[in-house]
């Protein structure tokens, strides 16, 4: 019997300890979160009526359209109306996405909110999420065959969910980052490393020699390819000992030129380099306004990783003619709509819940006439001071509030109430 006492005494020594506050925390952390996700999503109404919603909380039924199939995307309401008892894999959010349920990727289903809908949203986007999978590796989240614990971070670009362990970058330890774009958005949208040497929250080294592309016979120069929609002809960067290391400039090269070689003569590069400064001044002047291009005159340089952004970074982007068209021609001018970010998204939902929220004891004293309101008032203040004094005897002994406790708390403070009303005595007059 001993033996088993102790045993059990043991076992309750590695159970983790969970404090009534920290219960109560967590709790309230689980309920923002979701109001943060679905607060600024309908949960009664149908979006499809919206068109393209800007961001919204959406889910992928695998029941309706499995792998296989084509993949379809349903709107919060939907979720609750029409799949309530099917297998779901929530997308969290996503944008410009119109809902699809019952149209004709559902194959046996018909919207229960929305019957009337088109056979297809032809502006729709769809990845691999909507199949249960995320991240270059193709896997499930969370996976039961993935023993190592790992945060996964969405793409503010793709809108992919990636392990931080695969992003070529590992994530900053602090968290002190708002958005992430992973790694092929990066060489996608490669205008955006320009920006990153002076915004992203982890600096891009420029002596990584493991990520820099060189070119042989020329050390530390790099040919950057322009990228769909880079108003820039083609570059050669290189160090250029007079100005120092730090102060890297760009060469111009035309694009139907021959790629220097490693033969080049010192001498045909000192020429290069000087039809490049003197015509310096000339390309500000004919660029001035644009952000974009004055960091490009300072420094460009790539890489296959990805790159975390702090807050507001968006605001830094340029918005000239030229810069604007680049991301049209990408699409990516949702990078300029400061309401785009899940940020926004999240402080919408969490405005309109905290608008909704009201207090059950409120509520119930408004129904109440003034007699009524004064002796539930009454009563509510005994059952908090009793609770808190209580609650501080756990407290002061370091002790641990368990379920029995808060029962036995319920059945004293009931029969207190219940002598208090039997020894009253009523008088008529």
Known sequence: MAGAEGAAGRQSELEPVVS???????????????????????????????????????????????????????????????????????????????????????????????????????????????????????????????????EMIQCVVCEDWFHGRHLGAIPPESGDFQEMVCQACMKRCSFLWAYAAQLAVTKISTEDDGLVRNIDGIGDQEVIKPENGEHQDSTLKEDVPEQGKDDVREVKVEQNSEPCAGSSSESDLQVMCETVFKNESLNAESKSGCKLQELKAKQLIKKDTATYWPLNWRSKLCTCQDCMKMYGDLDVLFLTDEYDTVLAYENKGKIAQATDRSDPLMDTLSSMNRVQQVELICEYNDLKTELKDYLKRFADEGTVVKREDIQQFFEEFQSKKRRRVDGMQYYCS
Do not use: M, W
Not at 33 to 49: F, M, P, Q, R
């Open 20 to 150: 009534l506050v920290d219960v109560l925390e967590e709790d309230e952390e689980l309920e923002n979160e979701a109001c943060a996700v679905l607060g600024g999503s309908d949960s009664e109404k149908c979006s499809y009526s919206q068109g393209s919603v800007k961001r919204q909380a959406l889910y992928a039924c695998s029941t309706c359209t499995p792998e296989g199939e084509e993949p379809a995307g349903i709107c919060l309401a939907c979720s609750y109306e029409c799949h309530g008892s099917h297998k779901l894999f929530e997308l969290y959010t996503k944008r410009n996405f119109r809902c699809d349920c019952g149209n004709s990727k559902f194959k046996n289903l018909e919207c229960k909110l929305l019957p009337d809908k088109a056979k297809v949203n032809s502006g729709n986007k769809y990845n691999d999420n909507f199949f249960g999978l995320y991240c270059i590796c193709k896997r499930p989240y969370p996976d039961p065959e993935d023993e190592i614990p790992d």
